[in-house]
């Protein structure tokens, strides 16, 4: 019986579909003017793992993860870079999906962009003007009126006067209240737009507003009502909570039933910034580890806890990810069908229907290496495999994650074979010279029954 931690609820319940079998799902992604970070890292492997599962658990499922390919960031970027704003987040979207792709991550179902529903957008806010939620400032801004929203407030946990308490008022602005929120912005040089309804100085022509856009992808794609809404915690508000109020004020129904939020990352116990210095992208951790090290490192941690990111957690994380290799190195796996009835896969799956609890899950997998460095036995492998690769882990060949790519820079086999020659000759000196050696070149060697076999340090 799956459980998943719901952000309106803040508890967790028992997930029941709104169509039985099937599951739909909804993740805000990425805004494309840059190379992706660390915290788009998680959203793609944690979503990645929960779809993985619910997939395992026998659900179709339907996983939409939006692009934001128009925002004030994208034409700022696409006009300093004295490109279109097409070639800019073309670029920045084949290297999420390079990124993203090296991290194990399946594609979603869907991947919608938001200019490809602008009309969609356009026909929302009037509907939304039409029912009295919205309104059109002097400016040709459209804005939200939050006070025409009774449960504006609900997913974030604060009434909306405690929000406007906090809120600083805007000087010069057109907002009837400092808590509404653009849906429409009137169009400006330099900048692209879209013929719409809404009048104003520019006589309606505009561009859409950030939040309007997954309310519209959402309801084309999945319905109006749906399943599961995912994405950062730091998305809960404003961006979440505005996606409600559009959606629920449009459709006069629920939009979501199970709202999903994975923790921040931090860098060595601070919030990743950019204004701190501590701003990693994918590709700059990527050239110091191994792809399958991050992913093992992003899901060692529940979702919903920070992710501390530093060099040691990092390192940690691959001489685990080390220790679950080295027991499958020299094994032969046998293609089993997951007994869910068996000890150590029951475990699995109750941890992972308990919210997704990976570190839980990620116990059993030791306990199985454990098992199998004693037994030996081809179906304790096949079993280890199985559950890793629900995770998406250990689905590559022991010798590859081990070794690298170190074998083509270094003669490693020809090293070897003159330390047994050594050894053979009783030359302990230069055998022990020739494993200080490889060791200083970050190859460890390991001696057994069978021959002398080496991986990384």
């Not at 805000?28 to 840059?34: F, I, L, S």
Request: hydrophobic share 40%.
């Amino acid at each position: 019986m799956l459980k998943i931690y719901n952000t309106l609820a803040r508890e967790k319940q028992v997930f029941t579909p709104i169509q039985a079998g099937k599951v739909s799902m909804y993740v805000c992604g990425m805004t494309v003017y840059d190379f992706c970070h660390l915290g788009h890292a998680r959203v793609m492997v944690v979503f990645d793992m929960v779809s993985r599962w619910l997939r395992t658990s026998g659900y179709e499922v339907t996983y939409v993860r939006n692009i934001t390919d128009i925002d004030d960031k994208i034409i700022k970027r696409a006009n300093e870079n004295n490109e279109t704003i097409g070639q800019l987040t073309q670029r920045f979207i084949d290297a999420m999906d390079e990124d993203s792709a090296q991290l194990g991550v399946i594609r979603p179902t869907l991947e919608p962009k938001a200019t490809e529903y602008v009309n969609g957008m356009i026909e929302m806010i009037q509907t939304l003007i039409d029912k009295g939620f919205a309104y059109t400032a002097a400016n040709g801004d459209v804005f939200y009126a939050v006070n025409q929203f009774e449960g504006y407030g609900k997913l974030s946990g604060k009434s909306l006067e405690d929000l406007r308490a906090g809120e600083r008022v805007e000087v010069d602005t057109f907002k009837q209240d400092p808590m509404d929120f653009v849906l429409w912005k009137a169009a400006k040089p330099n900048e692209p737009s879209w013929d719409s309804p809404f009048g104003g100085p520019n006589h309606g022509k505009g561009r859409p507003g950030w939040h309007i856009e997954c309310s519209v992808m959402s309801s084309h794609l999945l319905g109006a009502h749906f399943d599961i809404h995912g994405g950062g915690q730091d998305l809960q508000f404003p961006h979440h909570e505005n996606e409600i109020a559009q959606s629920e004020a449009t459709h006069r129904c629920q939009m979501v039933n199970y709202w999903m939020h994975n923790g921040f990352v931090r860098v060595d116990d601070e919030k990743m910034s950019k204004s701190l210095g501590n701003f990693f992208t994918i590709r700059t951790v990527l050239e110091k580890y191994d792809a399958e090290v991050v992913r093992f490192f992003i899901l060692r941690a529940h979702y919903r806890s920070p992710l501390n990111y530093s060099d040691q957690h990092l390192d940690d994380a691959k001489l685990a990810l080390t220790r679950l290799y080295t027991s499958l190195r020299g094994q032969v796996a046998a293609d089993v069908e997951v007994d869910w009835q068996q000890p150590l896969a029951a475990r699995f799956k109750a941890a992972m229907d308990d919210d997704f609890n990976t570190p839980e899950a990620m116990a059993v997998l030791f306990d199985l290496a454990n098992e199998l460095n004693k037994s030996k036995s081809t179906e304790t492998a096949g079993l280890l495999k199985k559950l890793a690769g629900i995770l998406g882990l250990l689905q590559r060949n022991p010798d590859d994650f081990l070794q690298g790519d170190m074998s083509q820079t270094l003669n490693i086999d020809d090293l070897i074979q003159a330390r047994a020659e050594a050894k053979k000759a009783k030359n302990f000196a230069e055998a022990d010279a020739i494993r200080k050696q490889l060791l200083e070149a970050g190859i460890v060697l390991e001696d057994t029954p069978q021959g002398t076999t080496w991986r990384r340090a």
